[in-house]
């Protein structure tokens, strides 16, 4: 869950507010009741701070069953959400050998799949890419965290343009 927190932490916030533009996935396959889909959405999120801690309570209480204002739950899987994201955003998924991100035509709301240290299920990634591409920030891996947060700053540049 350390890596999940920091991910939340690096698509959502900015120093002192938060990316009210942005929403985070993020499917839990672990025991003891997966899957678990957890989708926070930036402009209903609120009551929220950076540290772990706060973040280990509020994934708790939304994992039992209790609410949070701009998170939500469901038993969605992997390949059901890729699936009908894929109908309104433009599916990237983050691999050393893909598109080097500054050649990729934005043609929609970019919807980024990221592994964790040890990468996609080679199964989950023949899916993803079904409905999108690889894309790559170069040959050096970044963890997760970082990639957001390059992804951010890519994106945040783009728009200035």
Not at 7 to 13: D, M, P, R
Not at 47 to 52: E, P, S
Not at 63 to 82: M, Q, W, Y
């Amino acid at each position: 869950m350390d890596i999940v927190h920091e991910c939340i932490v690096s698509a959502l916030f900015l120093s002192h507010g938060l990316r009210k533009d942005a929403v985070f996935h993020v499917v839990l396959n672990g025991p003891p009741n997966p899957p678990r889909h957890v989708t926070i959405d930036g402009q209903r999120l609120h009551d929220v701070r950076t540290d772990q801690q706060t973040w280990t309570t509020i994934l708790r209480k939304i994992l039992s069953g209790k609410t949070h204002p701009g998170i939500a739950t469901d038993r969605t899987g992997f390949e059901t959400l890729v699936k009908g994201k894929s109908e309104s955003c433009q599916i990237l998924v983050l691999e050393e050998d893909g598109i080097p991100l500054p050649q990729v035509e934005f043609t929609g709301d970019p919807l980024f799949i990221l592994g964790d240290h040890v990468g996609l299920p080679q199964i989950a990634e023949k899916f993803a890419l079904r409905y999108g591409e690889k894309v790559s920030l170069g040959k050096t891996p970044y963890l997760a965290a970082h990639c957001i947060t390059i992804l951010n700053h890519h994106l945040d540049n783009r728009e200035r343009c």
